[in-house]
T-cell receptor, first 115, second 110 residues
Framework: GAGVSQSPSNKVTEKGKDVELRCDPI?????LYWYRQSLGQGLEFLIY????????KSGLPSDRFSAERTGGSVSTLTIQRTQQEDSAVYLC?????????????FGPGTRLTVT | QKEVEQNSGPLSVPEGAIASLNCTYS??????FFWYRQYSGKSPELIMF????GDKEDGRFTAQLNKASQYVSLLIRDSQPSDSATYLC??????????FGSGTKLNVKP
């Protein structure tokens, strides 16, 4: 079956522009996670959704970052007024439900470069 | 500050040897621990998870957890060149908020 998909795969943007990153989770997965991975680093938790609700937004780095999920499926991560330090790979993962008992399946990521 | 620490490596082992990867974490209340493998340019994939103190074996992989020492490790027996990757330790420290280490790069030499 289809896995987690993300688009675009690569995005180059100028500093100060807004970007939208999209995640399509595996069908039927109610939990969705966003992470950021800078070069040579581990994953930094950003936010997770259970259904359309985001119980914990504390991982978002600044108020320039926001995320939403609609219909319990597709999620978008929006970065406003991008900065060079936002350059990273943004990974989305989904799982059947929230909680550590459920394996997270990762998408291929979106590589964001801010020039 | 909630942290997960790993030695960045690279850890080099000959083919057939045992590779030992280590991870420490800061939150004593953490309950769930995960090991992910990430090939260069690819997304992480789950290898194992462990919740209870002691050892958990799955094929060539053994996860070891010591909550008193806040330490979790991954042993890979009979290492193969295909095991060469970065191994990420992850800890669920705050119900569904997963903290990852920066990863240990493993090189298995033929």
């Amino acid at each position: 079956g289809a896995g987690v998909s993300q688009s675009p795969s690569n995005k180059v943007t100028e500093k100060g522009k807004d970007v939208e990153l999209r995640c399509d989770p595996i069908s039927g997965h109610t939990a969705l996670y966003w992470y950021r991975q800078s070069l040579g680093q581990g994953l930094e938790f950003l936010i997770y959704f259970q259904g359309n609700s985001a119980p914990d937004k504390s991982g978002l780095p600044s108020d320039r970052f926001s995320a939403e999920r609609t219909g319990g499926s597709v999620s978008t991560l929006t970065i406003q007024r991008t900065q060079q330090e936002d350059s990273a790979v943004y990974l989305c993962a989904s799982s059947l439900a929230s909680g550590a008992n459920y394996e997270q399946y990762f998408g291929p990521g979106t590589r964001l470069t801010v020039t | 500050q909630k942290e997960v620490e790993q030695n960045s490596g690279p850890l080099s082992v000959p083919e057939g040897a045992i590779a030992s990867l280590n991870c420490t974490y800061s939150d004593r209340g953490s309950q769930s621990f995960f090991w992910y493998r990430q090939y260069s340019g690819k997304s992480p994939e789950l290898i194992m998870f462990i919740y209870s103190n002691g050892d958990k074996e799955d094929g060539r992989f053994t996860a070891q957890l010591n909550k008193a020492s806040q330490y979790v490790s991954l042993l890979i027996r009979d290492s193969q060149p295909s095991d060469s990757a970065t191994y990420l330790c992850a800890v669920d420290m705050n119900f569904n908020k997963f903290y990852f280490g920066s990863g240990t790069k493993l090189n298995v030499k033929p």
